[in-house]
């Protein structure tokens, strides 16, 4: 037999127990008479953060069975008022307070987005800089971001003197448009990161005769200065036998920098005349009066097989039409691209743009040449090369005339972007350029594009070579 004071227990817990159900019934239905939002409908947000679109990310839906939920998502309709975005796509609002509606069952919803700044900037710098860097200024090498996206008040208390090698300590403060404010402490050092450069003229090592490997080659460090004695040379060269013979050169400064630098050498019998017979000869009349550039580098790539024709490297050429703007005529930078037309009016065009272009050819049909820029190069220098069986292309005067002698024409430059400028060019009118393939003690040889095979004085023709700025280019292995 129960104890009755068990039984009534156990009915009051079961009591208790309705009583509860009963409570959490009543709240769900009073909670979902109305359409709930999340926070209240209050939203704060740091600037940076992507806004929703979405009107899900909005309600706040715990009391709803998942079928419920979606027909309520449907039925929902979010407007969002008169937000100022940072982006294109309208994802990231700018600061300030904004309005927003929610509409339900023929009820609005009133929302309140507040986008505050309590973030501050974040200071980055560059932990090394190059010894002695062109145009250096410490400032490019802070970098501050901030997710306001606005510009920040930054402010640097210490310098990087890139004259010197060492550790420089730099204090940065960033303050934003908030007045946030961060500070940070860096340590940039100053280091060695520019390999030596070697110098070397072109050699021929003439049959039975000593060769010195370090002949007319040098070696300099902007830090360690002339390191020519620590070069390392590697190949040889048997002056017993002509051919051509490959030699590399290596220097390390003393941070670890490396240069390498690989020398064509030649060996053949002493001449004091020579010629490259097989250099293929491209006209460039009748069709293109101004196109002896193309024209020459169009014999430079047939010589090394290339399979090219004058007007297929023409349409590689950089081109800038004459115009007139504004009562000035208007042209291309010539060591940018060609100015005019090489069909009717045109002028010429300088070493840089036409590297470019037989760069561009020689990797479109998969070729394994180099292309060398011998701008600066000497009269003499030129002549071995070609001895040693290069054809050189060069800028000249097409009748020996000098700068001075030449006609010339004037004109502002325009660039490839198209923008107008107020630099001047003064460009010579004789202006020429050839193929040098030969010589002898008196004379040299050229492949010239307007008229053949040209034997010119070779004193006159040096002064005409380096009035033009000694500009050349050869292709080699």
Aim: proline share 4%.
């Amino acid at each position: 037999m129960k104890h009755p004071k068990s039984v009534s227990q156990k009915h009051m817990g079961i009591i208790i127990l309705g009583m509860v159900i009963l409570f959490i019934a009543i709240y769900i239905v009073v909670w979902r008479m109305e359409l709930k939002l999340i926070d209240g409908g209050h939203m704060v947000l740091e600037v940076g953060e992507e806004l929703s679109h979405d009107v899900e990310d909005y309600l706040n839906l715990t009391w709803y069975l998942p079928s419920e939920r979606d027909n309520i998502i449907d039925d929902c309709q979010l407007t969002l008022n008169d937000i100022v975005y940072l982006d294109e796509h309208q994802q990231y609002p700018d600061i300030g307070e904004y309005q927003g509606t929610i509409t339900y069952d023929d009820q609005t919803y009133p929302i309140d987005i507040q986008v505050v700044d309590e973030i501050a900037p974040i200071i980055q710098c560059q932990e090394t800089v190059a010894y002695g860097s062109q145009d250096f200024q410490v400032e490019d090498i802070i970098d501050v971001s901030d997710n306001s996206q606005d510009d920040c008040d930054v402010q640097i208390d210490g310098d990087v003197d890139v004259s010197k090698l060492g550790t420089y300590t730099l204090n940065v403060k960033a303050i934003d448009s908030s007045q946030n404010i961060a500070e940070k402490t860096f340590d940039v050092e100053v280091t060695d990161q520019t390999a030596p450069q070697i110098t070397m003229k072109p050699q021929i090592a003439y049959l039975y005769e000593k060769f010195d490997v370090l002949e007319n080659v040098r070696a300099k460090d902007n830090v360690d200065g002339d390191c020519t004695k620590d070069i390392q040379v590697s190949g040889e060269v048997n002056v017993q036998k002509a051919g051509t013979y490959y030699l590399t050169y290596t220097v390390q400064d003393q941070a670890g920098n490396q240069a390498k630098v690989k020398r064509e050498v030649v060996v053949k019998e002493r001449e004091t005349s020579y010629r490259i017979n097989n250099v293929p000869m491209v006209l460039q009349l009748p069709d293109y009066h101004n196109g002896c550039e193309s024209a020459s580098s169009t014999m430079l790539l047939q010589y090394y097989g290339y399979d090219i024709t004058l007007p297929e490297v023409i349409k590689k050429v950089p081109i800038i039409p004459l115009e007139y703007k504004d009562g000035r005529l208007y042209g291309a930078d010539p060591h940018v691209a060609f100015t005019g037309s090489m069909s009717s009016r045109g002028y010429g065009i300088y070493v840089e743009p036409m590297v470019d272009v037989l760069e561009t050819i020689i990797n479109e049909q998969k070729g394994k040449h180099q292309v060398k820029n011998l701008t600066g190069s000497s009269l003499d220098d030129l002549l071995t090369y070609v001895e040693m069986g290069h054809p050189i292309q060069i800028w000249a005067t097409a009748s020996l005339q000098t700068y001075e002698q030449s006609g010339k024409q004037e004109w502002y430059i325009k660039t490839l972007d198209g923008q107008y400028t107020d630099e001047k060019v003064t460009f010579p009118v004789s202006e020429h350029c050839l193929v040098l393939i030969g010589f002898n003690d008196e004379h040299v040889i050229l492949n010239n594009p307007l008229q053949g095979i040209t034997i010119w004085d070779k004193e006159a023709f040096e002064i005409a070579y380096k009035d033009m700025g000694s500009q050349a280019i050869m292709i080699e292995e």
